[in-house]
């Protein structure tokens, strides 16, 4: 346990432990089969306030720190990394919408997000753009007080599982690149949008979508401050989410570690455990002190965040040494298992999937190494 906690945040990281234990983790590997997450799980966890606790009290949060929910998402991933993603999709747009929506919009969305009466997925990625995210092809062209979109957004993580999406659109000249994107809040239900999924190697329970918006109308009022600001919204919220998916994939890795360690005190070889043999343990315990670094970056990122210090560097460090140390710690947990974990019976081979997903979603390594360089020598010319 963490010392420097406030009681308020071990209350929290207690409940989502035990909650994650008993009702989320049996369930991990049937949810690889039903392709779903289950939406009465979903209302589960938000009542017990685990989904977007930093969101203000008056639109249903808990206003806590913006730590809590990183710490919930850590203890969900060790239960299932994919119900996990709720938490970090619902604090990254609560926060966009909280902020920037008008406040009768935010307060027709914000709480129901909180509650896990409604899902809220991101729509940035396009075919083209990938990880150049400012280029930008699907238009919102305004038409009175009303805007009509049209293109497809492409590898969009719970677009069909999802009642409303934070949509970002080219709004203005092409070569206005980042100053030409808006933001809008556009419900999946409405008219001439569509979506297909993608056959992905893991994250099942998620799923990506191509997205298509075939002259979808919405009103005026669903978008998100002003024109042109869009951009800049989504880059502020992704130094949240970095760190928040950091502690996800970490948990997820923490659980095949943990179920490592207990497996060689229980199996034998020549006579003894394999835990007498330290071939076995060093790894492990490599393993072991890797997590253990990764997971105090990302905290150390999240009380900057709360302490409004600058942490764009910090997130990015998050975003690519954590992913790529669970992605190295369950292989090596795998391998441990011998032809046990090779399996599809134990789960280290569904979260070795799952989680190597997360090496490229949110943005890949060299996307992040790319930030923090710039980062650094741009403070350095300072």
């Not at 997000?113 to 991101?122: F, H, R, W």
């Not at 293109?151 to 206005?176: C, H, N, P, W, Y």
């Not at 950091?246 to 835990?275: K, N």
């Amino acid at each position: 346990m963490d010392p420097s906690l406030s009681d308020d945040l071990r209350l929290i990281k207690a409940t989502a432990e035990r909650f994650a234990a008993e009702r989320i983790a049996p369930g991990y590997m049937a949810r690889e089969t039903s392709a779903r997450i289950d939406r009465a799980l979903i209302r589960e966890i938000g009542q017990l306030g685990l989904i977007a606790p930093e969101v203000p009290q008056h639109l249903g949060g808990l206003g806590l720190p913006s730590l809590t929910s990183g710490l919930i998402a850590e203890a969900i991933g060790h239960a299932d990394l994919n119900v996990a993603y709720l938490q970090v999709l619902g604090s990254l747009n609560g926060k966009i919408i909280a902020e920037h929506a008008s406040p009768a919009l935010a307060e027709q969305w914000v709480p129901k997000i909180v509650a896990g009466e409604a899902v809220a997925c991101l729509g940035l990625t396009e075919p083209r753009g990938g990880s150049d995210a400012a280029n930008l092809a699907l238009s919102a062209r305004p038409d009175g007080n009303r805007y009509i979109l049209k293109g497809e957004k492409s590898s969009i993580s719970m677009a069909d599982q999802s009642d409303v999406m934070v949509l970002f659109a080219r709004t203005g000249a092409v070569d206005a690149k980042a100053r030409g994107v808006s933001a809008f809040l556009v419900p999946m239900a409405t008219p001439g949008i569509t979506t297909q999924r993608y056959r992905d190697l893991g994250s099942h329970a998620i799923g990506r979508c191509s997205v298509f918006f075939d002259d979808v109308i919405i009103p005026a009022e669903c978008r998100l401050a002003a024109e042109g600001a869009g951009f800049v919204q989504v880059m502020q919220g992704f130094d949240f989410s970095r760190a928040l998916i950091g502690l996800q994939v970490l948990g997820a890795a923490q659980a095949s570690l943990d179920e490592s360690w207990a497996h060689i005190q229980e199996r034998q070889a020549f006579g003894a455990p394999l835990s007498r043999n330290q071939g076995i343990t060093f790894p492990l315990a490599e393993a072991d002190t890797m997590i253990a670094a990764a997971r105090q970056l990302c905290y150390h990122t999240l009380r900057l965040k709360d302490a409004g210090l600058p942490h764009t560097a910090e997130a990015a460090m998050c975003k690519w040494l954590a992913p790529k140390t669970a992605v190295d710690v369950i292989h090596q947990c795998l391998l441990t298992h011998g032809h046990y974990g090779w399996s599809l019976d134990l789960p280290h081979q569904q979260r070795l999937r799952d989680v190597m997903g997360l090496e490229i979603g949110d943005g890949t390594a060299q996307i992040m190494k790319m930030i923090i360089a710039r980062e650094r020598l741009t403070k350095g010319l300072h």
